[in-house]
């Protein structure tokens, strides 16, 4: 192996150590690129130790009394209530019979499983709060306006192709720009 020389003289033990930092650095390096890439990996297929289902992954409120814990047993306090069934949650983790959620405010907190379901909902959530939002007749911005819809309006997701979701609620069915919800996942499908 030959170094380029640039007229500093180094005995061989000197070169020995210098090249043996190289390989320790080198070494440190692909070890730390394989972590990263394993834990990215890990994240994007986490699932929950309980359930076996991914996390995170939406769920939504299946009673209309729903305490939500600081921690995953009864032991811990009640936080705050949900007083309406059929909200999206999201389950970030997974604890026992416990299921940690976050909600569309950002808040969180421990739930007990069975106050959940997997029935899909969303709430309308443009970025501007001001703005209606337009329920259309087929999955494009060019279709027949059937409806516009409030920012908080709770919808049933029966589909959605990644891009628009087809939803459901009282006075309207149709599909809507799936960014302007919360509840489903950009670029998600759901059949």
Known sequence: MSLPHDGTNFGIGT??????MRRSSLLLL????????TAHALAETATGPKSG????RFVSLKPDH?????????????????????????????SDNWR???????SEGWVYHS?????RTALVNPKDKSQLVPVYDKPDD?????????AGVLAAVKRCTGLWCRVAGAGFDGWVAQE???????NEKVE
Not at 30 to 37: D, I, N, V
Not at 53 to 56: A, F, K, N, V, W
Not at 79 to 91: H, K
Request: charged content about 15%; hydrophobic content about 45%.
């Open 15 to 20: 070169l020995g150590i210098l090249c043996g």
């Open 30 to 37: 692909g070890l730390a690129g394989a972590f990263f890439a």
């Open 53 to 56: 289902l991914p996390l995170p």
């Open 66 to 94: 729903v305490n939500v814990r600081g921690g995953p047993t009864r032991d811990h306090e009640v936080t705050f209530v949900y007083t309406r069934a059929g909200l999206p949650v999201e389950i970030t983790a997974e």
């Open 100 to 106: 940690r959620i976050r909600d569309w405010e950002g």
């Open 115 to 119: 106050l959940l379901s997997g029935r």
């Open 142 to 150: 060019g279709g027949m306006v059937l409806a516009k819809l409030q």
């Open 180 to 186: 302007q919800l919360w509840g489903v996942y950009l």
